[in-house]
């Protein structure tokens, strides 16, 4: 079984659109993470929560809200699509936040048209 | 601001030969080191991670090793075979800080 799923692994929008992505991890992790991996592969954090609670907010627009329903899930709306938008995102999940790697599923490629 | 690299953008090596990845970090407060590998199409994987308080690592055919004098890291791969061929990423964290990624070093194996 997948450790950590999202859906959908591909998603094709217009500009300006709102969309979802969902992840779900079944590893008994406390702590799930979104990240964005660019063009040139270089992966950024975006969002962390921890017990359903928000604990890192990386400078990421308005546009994005995230939101976990429980420690299983996390999940990622944006709103109002822009060109920029187009890129890898990333599911994380890890057991605490300290000396514990983060295990991840295999992305979202967005593409805005 | 701080942030964590790597010496080479790509490497190529023989099938069968040693690999040894680099990457350094300027965060000298690190204490918490991962790397990573991703092929085509799927999510970074785990490799094997390595804390402060150790210098070398062993798993099954690789080896980390960090230097915390002129803060470095490196990823040694035994016998590389082909389906090593990946982006290697290292990534480094303080405390509960964010994960902080390198820009990552793709491995090509020749057969």
């Known amino acids: 079984d997948t450790a950590v799923s999202q859906t959908p692994k591909y998603l094709v929008t217009q500009m300006g659109n709102d969309k979802s992505i969902k992840c779900e991890q079944n590893?008994?992790?406390?702590?799930m993470y979104w990240y964005k991996q660019d063009s040139k592969k270089f992966l950024k954090i975006m969002f962390s929560?921890?017990?359903?609670?928000?604990?890192i907010n990386e400078t990421v627009p308005n546009r994005f809200s995230p939101k976990s329903p429980d420690k299983a899930h996390l999940n990622l709306h944006i709103n109002s699509l822009e060109l920029g938008d187009s890129a890898v995102y990333f599911c994380?999940?890890?057991?605490?936040?300290?000396?514990?790697?983060?295990?991840f599923g295999d992305g979202t490629r967005l593409s805005i048209l | 601001g701080e942030s964590v690299g790597l010496h080479l953008p790509t490497l190529s090596v023989q099938e069968g030969d040693n690999s040894i990845i680099n990457c350094a970090y300027s965060?000298?407060?690190?204490?918490?080191f991962i790397w990573y590998k991703q092929e085509s199409g799927k999510g970074p994987q785990f490799i094997i991670d390595?804390?402060?308080?150790?210098d070398k690592r062993q798993g099954q055919r690789v080896t980390v090793l960090l230097n915390k004098t002129v803060k470095h890291l490196s990823l040694q791969i035994a016998a590389t075979q082909p389906g090593d061929s990946a982006v290697y990423f290292c990534?480094?964290?303080?405390?509960?800080?964010?994960?902080?990624f390198g820009k990552g070093t793709r491995l090509s194996v020749i057969a």
């Open positions: 994380a999940s890890s057991r605490g936040q300290i000396n514990q790697p983060q295990h």
């Open positions: 590893l008994g992790h406390d702590t």
């Open positions: 929560y921890n017990n359903k609670e928000l604990i």
């Open positions: 965060n000298s407060a690190s204490d918490y």
């Open positions: 390595i804390r402060s308080n150790m």
């Open positions: 990534a480094e964290k303080r405390g509960n800080t964010p994960l902080v």
